[in-house]
């Protein structure tokens, strides 16, 4: 029979009676409810901008299982403990992709402020606001389960989080932003129309837009 392995985005295991332990295998899952979260926005919304982070995520999560492959370092002994020792540990995929989708959130907030600068214009309800923040202590608990539970040393963490961040800048700024410049075009192309996609990514509170639209008789 050939080798079985897990599937490592979200296998996870923790000590007994360990209530610490339980979150931190909760804050393990984390990266995979991006994944999922993300999906059911674009195909909820069908937001242009939700795709591109789609992608991002993607190619972000192929270039670390690439490093990994390549850097080929062991994980901890501790990952005896939760029985994963036959794959690599350098970088952390799971802080990767934490701190990608953080990096993504929190620049294109920024973008979104910047373009209502010097405005009346609310950018984004109390409740958008904090779905923003919140990444930032989402991803310190991704990372800090990672090496609490044993599967990964404090230094494969470390790589990960800086990987997310510097590959969810380049997305950012490199592919998301210059992209953004063909939205208007793609939502008025016939398969635009036809797939009803959007770009709502500079508007200032695009919930408020769509509650008074709904509210309109």
């Given at each position: 029979?050939?080798?079985?392995?897990?599937?490592?985005?979200?296998?996870?295991?923790?000590?007994?009676?360990?209530?610490?332990?339980?979150?931190?295998?909760?804050?393990?899952?984390?990266?995979?409810?991006?994944?999922?979260?993300?999906?059911?926005?674009?195909?909820?919304?069908?937001?242009?901008?939700?795709?591109?982070?789609?992608?991002?995520?993607?190619?972000?999560?192929?270039?670390?299982?690439?490093?990994?492959?390549?850097?080929?370092?062991?994980?901890?002994?501790?990952?005896?403990?939760?029985?994963?020792?036959?794959?690599?540990?350098?970088?952390?995929?799971?802080?990767?992709?934490?701190?990608?989708?953080?990096?993504?959130?929190?620049?294109?907030?920024?973008?979104?402020?910047?373009?209502?600068?010097?405005?009346?214009?609310?950018?984004?309800?109390?409740?958008?606001?904090?779905?923003?923040?919140?990444?930032?202590?989402?991803?310190?608990?991704v990372s800090?389960?990672?090496?609490?539970?044993?599967?990964?040393?404090?230094?494969?963490?470390?790589?990960?989080?800086?990987?997310?961040?510097?590959?969810?800048?380049?997305?950012?700024?490199?592919?998301?932003?210059?992209?953004?410049?063909?939205?208007?075009?793609?939502?008025?192309?016939?398969?635009?129309?036809?797939?009803?996609?959007?770009?709502?990514?500079?508007?200032?509170?695009?919930?408020n837009v769509?509650?008074?639209?709904?509210?309109?008789?």
């Amino acid at each position: 029979m050939p080798f079985m392995k897990p599937f490592s985005l979200t296998y996870v295991r923790y000590p007994v009676d360990d209530v610490f332990g339980f979150f931190a295998a909760l804050a393990s899952l984390m990266p995979f409810c991006v994944i999922v979260a993300t999906f059911g926005a674009f195909f909820a919304r069908r937001e242009l901008w939700d795709l591109g982070l789609l992608v991002g995520i993607l190619a972000n999560e192929v270039l670390a299982q690439f490093l990994k492959h390549v850097i080929d370092e062991p994980r901890p002994d501790s990952c005896a403990l939760v029985d994963f020792c036959k794959t690599s540990g350098m970088p952390s995929s799971h802080a990767s992709l934490a701190w990608f989708a953080c990096s993504i959130a929190v620049l294109n907030f920024r973008r979104r402020a910047a373009a209502h600068l010097g405005t009346q214009n609310r950018v984004l309800d109390s409740f958008g606001k904090i779905l923003v923040m919140v990444h930032v202590p989402i991803a310190l608990a991704v990372s800090t389960s990672r090496v609490y539970l044993g599967y990964h040393s404090f230094a494969q963490v470390a790589a990960g989080s800086v990987l997310g961040l510097v590959a969810g800048a380049a997305w950012h700024f490199f592919v998301m932003v210059p992209f953004a410049s063909l939205f208007t075009t793609l939502e008025t192309s016939p398969l635009g129309e036809f797939l009803g996609i959007r770009d709502s990514s500079l508007v200032a509170d695009p919930e408020n837009v769509a509650r008074k639209a709904l509210a309109a008789p």
